[in-house]
């Protein structure tokens, strides 16, 4: 089993930037990525960028890729969402989850973290 919890969530004006941690527990040693997700109101939710437990490579969604970075301090066992140049189209409730090794799909998720990009 693993928890996740985010927070950092919060308003922020266009062009600014938020830093959204997922802090994880239980099997954290099992986790091979962690990815965000986000979902605005009538929207499905989207893949924003994941990172690998171990190696530390990242990958991000189009729509963020040059403006968030992902990066984890697995002393603290927590993956950090370093969110720059935020946009409206930003606005969100975002969520980690947790993909285990030999597993297919990410069966973790946190509660989620409301972030909202206005002026």
């Known amino acids: 089993q693993v928890q996740l919890v985010e927070s950092g969530g919060g308003l922020v004006q266009p062009g600014g930037s938020l830093r959204l941690s997922c802090a994880t527990s239980?099997?954290?040693?099992?986790?091979?990525?962690m990815s965000w997700f986000r979902q605005a109101p009538g929207k499905e939710r989207e893949f924003v960028g994941h990172?690998?437990?171990?190696?530390?490579?990242?990958y991000f969604a189009d729509s963020v890729k040059g403006r968030f970075t992902i990066s984890r301090d697995n002393a603290k066992n927590t993956v950090y969402l370093q969110m720059n140049s935020l946009k409206p189209e930003d606005t969100a409730v975002y969520y980690c989850?947790?993909?285990?090794?030999?597993?297919?799909?990410?069966?973790?998720w946190g509660q989620g973290t409301q972030v909202t990009v206005s002026s």
């Open positions: 990172i690998t437990w171990s190696g530390g490579s990242t």
């Open positions: 989850a947790a993909r285990l090794r030999y597993e297919g799909q990410y069966n973790y």
């Open positions: 239980g099997r954290t040693l099992s986790i091979y990525d």
